[in-house]
């Protein structure tokens, strides 16, 4: 038998840290260019999230503001939970939802 303490200070913390500076600044994202190996910060209107039944047809995809490419990238879990969180607008390729 093991005794284990936890406690919710982190938790209080973080809230407390972010939860009056929510709609202060625009949300940007970094993201990275492929093709010109770019890199700049997008704002989240900028970006598409595309999520699939599975991981692996889940992306997002942006037009890079740099040299125009198409660019799309797998996105997972935690960079879906960002950017829907950030406000990017997201089409649901499937419908079991
Ligand atoms: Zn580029």
Request: aromatic share 8%; glycine share 12%; with cysteine.
């Amino acid at each position: 038998m093991s005794e284990s303490a936890t406690s919710g200070v982190r938790e209080m913390t973080v809230a407390s840290a972010f939860g009056g500076m929510r709609s202060v600044s625009p949300v940007v994202f970094k993201a990275g260019c492929p093709d010109c190996r770019g890199r700049f910060e997008l704002a989240a209107s900028a970006f598409r999230l595309a999520i699939g039944a599975t991981s692996r047809t889940t992306f997002y995809s942006f037009t890079c503001p740099e040299c125009g490419a198409s660019v799309r990238k797998p996105a997972g879990e935690r960079i879906v939970e960002l950017l829907t969180g950030g406000g990017v607008s997201t089409l649901r390729l499937h419908s079991t939802l």
